[in-house]
């Protein structure tokens, strides 16, 4: 998709518009992220983040038994509880980065700070991008 130039339309709509349509424009051409990494473990693999300016977080959780992430698995298929800080109920979550064959499902109705998650295998390490 092309997407114009609204400097091309200043002489034609009143300044308030134009400012939208800029503001439209900057995010279709991509100014949306999800975050940026902070950190990264002993491996190079990223494992800290920043909120970007969309409306989600990305968390690292390790392998049982791992220290370089603020969260860990405890034990396969049980849930561990993570801080998303969205200060809203988050509509759901994806795996954005994981280094083995892994699912990881909600166990419990999330709120306004926390949500649930439990892997299936607790040796994955696990980025997930809460939204």
Same mark, same amino acid.
């Not at 339309?9 to 009143?14: G, R, S």
């Not at 349509?21 to 950190?39: I, Y």
């Not at 049980?78 to 979550?93: D, E, S």
């Given at each position: 998709?092309? %997407? ?5 339309? $200043?002489? @034609?709509?009143e300044s308030?518009?134009l400012? !939208?349509?800029?503001? %439209?424009?900057?995010?279709? +051409?991509?100014?949306? @992220?999800m975050?940026a990494?902070?950190? /990264? &473990?002993?491996? #190079?693999? *990223? ?8 409306s ?13 992430? /603020? *969260?860990? !698995? #405890?034990?396969? +298929? ?10 809203? $109920?988050?509509?759901?979550? /994806?795996?954005? @980065? /994981? ?5 990881? *499902?909600r166990?419990?109705?999330?709120d306004t ?6 892997p299936?295998?607790?040796?994955? &390490? %696990?980025?997930?991008?809460i939204?």
């Amino acid at each position: 998709m092309r %997407v114009l130039n609204p400097q091309h339309m $200043q002489a @034609d709509i009143e300044s308030e518009h134009l400012r !939208w349509l800029q503001s %439209v424009t900057k995010t279709l +051409n991509g100014s949306v @992220d999800m975050g940026a990494p902070t950190s /990264k &473990n002993a491996a #190079g693999v *990223y494992n800290e983040f920043e909120q970007g300016n969309s409306s989600g977080v990305l968390i690292r959780i390790g392998a049982h038994g791992t220290t370089e992430q /603020k *969260y860990t !698995w #405890g034990a396969s +298929n049980v849930g561990i509880p993570v801080n998303h800080t969205l200060r809203r $109920q988050p509509i759901g979550f /994806k795996i954005v @980065d /994981k280094d083995k064959s892994v699912d990881v *499902y909600r166990t419990a109705v999330p709120d306004t700070n926390i949500i649930t998650v439990a892997p299936t295998d607790n040796t994955a &390490n %696990v980025t997930l991008y809460i939204f």
